[in-house]
């Protein structure tokens, strides 16, 4: 069983960075992917980054390419989301998963709210 636990989220003006921590419990941390998906209000969610069990294969979804940056760092069982250039439209809740690819994974974490203010 693994366990996730979401922190970094909150208000931030459009144009700025913020940057998502995810601290996993459990299992192996290294010998497992990662990943973030978010849910906008009314919207269904989707992925946004992943990345392989070592931190050399990763996958952006098209509409953050260029500004979000998903890492690990196996040692400290964390993984990170750094997203620049925000956009009101990134206004959503933030959930790191763990174990998959695409769109099936199977551990989830609580969530954290990012809100972009125009």
């Known amino acids: 069983q693994v366990q996730l636990v979401e922190s970094g989220g909150g208000l931030v003006q459009a144009g700025g960075s913020l940057r998502l921590s995810c601290a996993a419990s459990g299992r192996a941390f290294s010998t497992y992917s990662m990943g973030w998906f978010r849910q906008a209000p009314g919207k269904e969610r989707e992925i946004v980054a992943a990345?392989?069990?070592?931190?050399?294969?990763?996958h952006y979804a098209d509409s953050v390419k260029g500004r979000f940056t998903i890492s690990r760092e196996n040692i400290k069982n964390t993984i990170y989301l750094q997203m620049h250039s925000l956009k009101p439209e990134d206004t959503a809740v933030y959930y790191c998963v763990g174990e998959g690819w695409g769109d099936t994974w199977s551990y989830w974490g609580q969530g954290t709210q990012v809100t972009v203010s125009s």
């Open positions: 990345i392989n069990w070592s931190g050399g294969m990763t």
